[in-house]
């Protein structure tokens, strides 16, 4: 069954950014529409930005136009670049399968600090 594990978080100040990674263990993103979601302190999970298996994009509000999901050629990678990031977003970020999801992993914390 597929495995992923997500990276790439870490500390940053307002404005900043960090490009997040999400790594599966066999190639299906091509066949597959993946999702990135967040769960910030004391609220619940929401969801992010999502890419299809033909490529189509598509965003929260709240990222819109600081945010781009992609993926590598290969299919084995799913990122998410975040530009001028915010202190509201901060949270631990997860990628999951849209449509038949695995359980949760671990996520990577990203935390937007002055």
């Known amino acids: 069954q597929v495995q992923f594990a997500e990276s790439g978080g870490g500390l940053v100040q307002p404005g900043g950014s960090l490009r997040l990674s999400c790594v599966a263990s066999?190639?299906?993103?091509?066949?597959?529409?993946m999702d990135w979601y967040r769960q910030a302190p004391g609220k619940q999970r929401e969801w992010v930005a999502g890419i299809t298996s033909d490529g189509n994009r598509n965003y929260a509000d709240f990222v819109k136009g600081r945010f781009t999901i992609s993926r590598n050629h290969n299919a084995t990678t799913v990122y998410l670049q975040m530009d001028s990031l915010q202190f509201e977003d901060t949270a631990v970020y997860f990628c999951?399968?849209?449509?038949?999801?695995?359980?949760w992993g671990q996520g990577t914390q990203v935390t937007v600090s002055s």
């Open positions: 066999t190639s299906i993103f091509n066949i597959a529409t």
């Open positions: 999951n399968l849209r449509h038949r999801p695995r359980p």
